[in-house]
């Protein structure tokens, strides 16, 4: 079988990607699947390189019962060639990531994770920095819907 690379993104690698990192780690694990992966988490900005993630991430994940362990990275162009998936929050850490390619040949490759979100297909995760529980909780629910989409569609298209 093969070896699947994901890499999730967002803009400091605080809330949303070191969560749905979690939530995906989780989500493969209990089904078995966590030795096909390598899952990270990247920011595209160097704000917080070496931090934890913010400490509404953490309890949010905890609250639903994920755990989450994680410091805090910026996105390299190394990244854009090993991982097989590039997982963007929103469409300016999209584009971000794709200035970072080379001509743009790693565009097949970047997607936004609410293209895997039935209620809410190409729309962007919002950013919960400047909200509230209910915010990270939002958050959480829609990173939960989009990573078991994402690993359906990884199930059908490469561990089939």
């Given at each position: 079988m093969?070896?699947?690379?994901?890499?999730?993104?967002?803009?400091?690698?605080?809330?949303?990607s070191?969560?749905a990192?979690?939530?995906f780690?989780?989500?493969?694990?209990?089904k078995?699947?966590?030795?096909h992966f390598?899952?990270?988490?990247?920011?595209?900005?160097?704000?917080?390189?070496?931090?934890?993630?913010?400490s509404?991430?953490?309890?949010?994940a905890?609250?639903?019962?994920?755990k989450i362990?994680?410091?805090?990275?910026?996105?390299?162009?190394?990244?854009?060639?090993y991982?097989?998936y590039?997982i963007?929050?929103?469409?300016?850490?999209?584009?971000?990531?794709?200035r970072?390619?080379?001509n743009?040949?790693?565009?097949?490759?970047?997607?936004?994770?609410?293209?895997?979100?039935v209620?809410?297909?190409?729309?962007?995760?919002?950013?919960?920095?400047?909200?509230?529980?209910?915010?990270?909780?939002?958050v959480?629910?829609i990173?939960?819907?989009?990573?078991?989409?994402?690993?359906q569609?990884?199930?059908?298209?490469?561990?089939?």
């Open positions: 093969p070896n699947v690379r994901v890499l999730f993104v967002c803009l400091g690698n605080i809330c949303r070191p969560l990192e979690a939530i780690i989780d989500k493969v694990t209990r078995n699947l966590l030795h390598e899952i990270d988490s990247c920011g595209t900005s160097n704000y917080h390189i070496g931090d934890q993630p913010d509404r991430t953490i309890t949010s905890h609250k639903n019962g994920i362990s994680h410091s805090c990275r910026q996105l390299t162009s190394d990244d854009l060639a991982f097989d590039i963007a929050m929103d469409q300016s850490n999209h584009q971000n990531i794709l970072l390619s080379n743009g040949i790693h565009a097949e490759k970047v997607f936004l994770m609410r293209d895997f979100d209620q809410g297909k190409g729309e962007e995760v919002p950013d919960p920095y400047f909200g509230d529980e209910k915010t990270f909780q939002e959480f629910e990173l939960d819907r989009s990573a078991d989409n994402f690993l569609y990884i199930q059908e298209t490469v561990l089939k």
